[in-house]
């Protein structure tokens, strides 16, 4: 049985730790480098920043915050929102960060993957899916190239459709969620995360539906996000899917449970966790 990472999820505005639900109504929770080095202390795997307004104004804003956790964390830290060149992934990377995700300029641009993949290997580049479940196409914005997965050829009906966003959720993109991160995983991507958000800040639990799906057709690592509220999702989560990592936000920021309380149950479970010293 793997190692199962948990991953503290810190979604950043302007220099803030915010956290909304289903990505939207941001509220302000502290100041993230704080809450980074808490989770570092208590025994998180990774820390994840996500810059929640990069891509509306074209630029990532977090390295000085990067550089700061840097500083008092030794687990990987992966960065991602509004990365859009190789010299973006390069300057997050110089300050501190250990791998990045990327979202929207991989769908504009494929070959942005390729590069990305080529100039700092695999395991740096993370693809960030932030996804819908739809139970009709016909509504969607197809401002994309849209793929064919989903499409019941006898009666043209679609069903179980996710549609990926960008534009930290803002913005469809008539992308299915299943043919896109198929292509990712040929195109080289080291990782995938699946961000659901439907699911996101409501503590109502994983998408367990699209994870069964992604876990049991990919070779490359699984990140799940969007939905923790209690230990007993995270347990539900590993024990009905294959995931590799689980990223969590409101079930820490809010105290319902923390990196360690949730470790030692875990292992209790017969899951197996990573205890640091």
């Known amino acids: 049985m793997k190692n199962i990472r948990l991953i503290a999820r810190l979604d950043?505005?302007?220099?803030?730790?915010?956290?909304?639900?289903?990505?939207?109504?941001?509220?302000i929770i502290g100041d993230p480098s704080d809450y980074a080095k808490k989770y570092y202390e208590d025994g998180a795997d990774e820390i994840y920043y996500e810059d929640t307004v990069a891509s509306l104004y074209g630029r990532n804003n977090?390295?000085?915050?990067?550089?700061?956790?840097?500083?008092?964390v030794s687990i990987p830290l992966l960065v991602?929102?509004?990365?859009?060149?190789?010299?973006?992934?390069?300057?997050?990377?110089?300050?501190?960060?250990?791998?990045?995700?990327?979202?929207?300029?991989?769908?504009?641009?494929?070959?942005?993957?390729?590069?990305?993949?080529?100039?700092f290997g695999s395991s740096t580049i993370v693809l960030n899916v932030t996804y819908k479940s739809w139970p009709d196409r016909s509504f969607i914005n197809n401002k994309y190239k849209t793929v064919s997965h989903g499409l019941n050829k006898e009666t043209s009906e679609w069903k179980n459709f996710f549609q990926v966003y960008v534009e930290n959720g803002r913005e469809q993109t008539g992308l299915d969620a299943i043919d896109w991160i198929i292509e990712a995983e040929k195109l080289g991507i080291g990782e995938v995360m699946l961000t659901s958000?439907?699911?996101d800040g409501t503590k109502k639990g994983f998408d367990l539906n699209l994870t069964k799906k992604i876990c049991s057709i990919l070779s490359i690592p699984v990140i799940v996000t969007?939905?923790?509220?209690?230990?007993?999702?995270v347990q539900g989560l590993i024990e009905g899917t294959d995931c590799d990592a689980v990223s969590i936000a409101s079930g820490l920021h809010y105290n319902i449970f923390s990196i360690n309380q949730?470790?030692?149950?875990?292992?209790?479970k017969n899951i197996k966790v990573t205890f640091h010293e």
């Open 12 to 27: 950043i505005k302007s220099e803030n730790l915010v956290k909304g639900i289903h990505l939207e109504g941001l509220r």
């Open 197 to 199: 958000i439907d699911q």
């Open 262 to 268: 949730l470790k030692n149950n875990l292992n209790k």
């Open 80 to 119: 991602g929102g509004g990365l859009r060149s190789i010299n973006d992934i390069k300057e997050i990377l110089r300050a501190g960060a250990d791998k990045v995700s990327i979202n929207s300029q991989a769908i504009k641009d494929k070959s942005f993957i390729t590069k990305a993949v080529k100039y």
């Open 226 to 233: 969007g939905g923790c509220g209690s230990i007993n999702d």
């Open 62 to 72: 977090l390295k000085e915050v990067v550089r700061k956790t840097a500083k008092n």
